[in-house]
């Protein structure tokens, strides 16, 4: 979302004394630069959206920036739309409810992915995530006419990212990341912790797919798209890490 030998992977009892010593000093909130950015873009549009545009406009927002797959398959000309919105649809909600989520799952799993990568690597990762979840619903969605909205296919692949590190968080350093390097799959699943989160994240969606529904005058939300998300995150946040330093002599 393969077995190995008998490898443990590191658990936070095993790696020993931690750096920086007291957890009671570290600051509650301590987001990365590049999640508050990438945050405030995504509740800055939607105020406006809800404060400032009237139906009518709030239509052309979704129809010139939510992903539309009848777009690429339907009678329609080639515009910017179709360049542009398989990526900006990820800065767009359907709901205040649909925001608050995402935030708060963007900052559980996009600061320490950030801390660790970097900015440009993110808001990169964040594009690929983004791509690869309307991919994944362009595919079984291909004549779809539903606005496609919503950061939880970048936010998706970063929680298949979290699962390669096996969860593990330096938490001593001044901005806690993921530690250790990008885990093997046949390693990574042989995690308790981590077949137990896929197993919960697999019902969750399934869930998410049998009970909702388009709610009147709102764009759907594809939980499917969920799924290529975190494919790309899972089988390639390598790809995006950042090369481990040479160690002093």
């Not at 739309?81 to 925001?99: E, I, R």
Request: proline letters at 7%; a neutral charge.
């Amino acid at each position: 979302m393969e077995r190995n030998e008998e490898r443990a992977i590191p658990t936070e009892e095993s790696e020993g004394p931690r750096r920086g010593g007291d957890r009671g000093h570290e600051p509650v909130f301590n987001l990365a630069p590049a999640v508050t950015l990438v945050g405030l873009i995504c509740m800055a549009i939607y105020a406006v959206e809800v404060f400032w545009l009237d139906l009518d406009q709030q239509l052309w927002l979704m129809v010139h920036f939510a992903f539309l797959p009848i777009r690429y398959t339907g009678q329609f000309a080639f515009d910017l739309p179709a360049l542009f919105s398989p990526v900006t649809y990820s800065v767009l909600h359907g709901s205040w409810g649909h925001l608050l989520v995402n935030m708060i799952w963007l900052a559980a799993f996009g600061s320490p992915l950030a801390n660790r990568i970097g900015t440009l690597r993110f808001l990169l990762f964040w594009i690929a995530g983004a791509l690869a979840a309307v991919a994944f619903h362009f595919i079984l969605y291909p004549f779809s006419a539903v606005p496609l909205v919503g950061a939880s296919g970048s936010i998706s692949a970063m929680m298949g990212a979290a699962a390669r590190f096996a969860f593990q968080v330096d938490r001593s350093a001044p901005k806690p990341a993921f530690t250790g390097p990008v885990l093997p799959v046949l390693l990574v699943l042989r995690s308790r912790t981590v077949l137990t989160f896929l197993s919960v994240w697999m019902v969750a969606n399934l869930v998410t797919g049998v009970f909702s529904g388009t709610v009147a005058n709102e764009p759907q939300i594809a939980w499917e798209a969920h799924i290529g998300g975190f494919l790309l995150g899972f089988f390639c946040v390598q790809a995006f890490d950042r090369r481990p330093r040479p160690k002093d002599l």
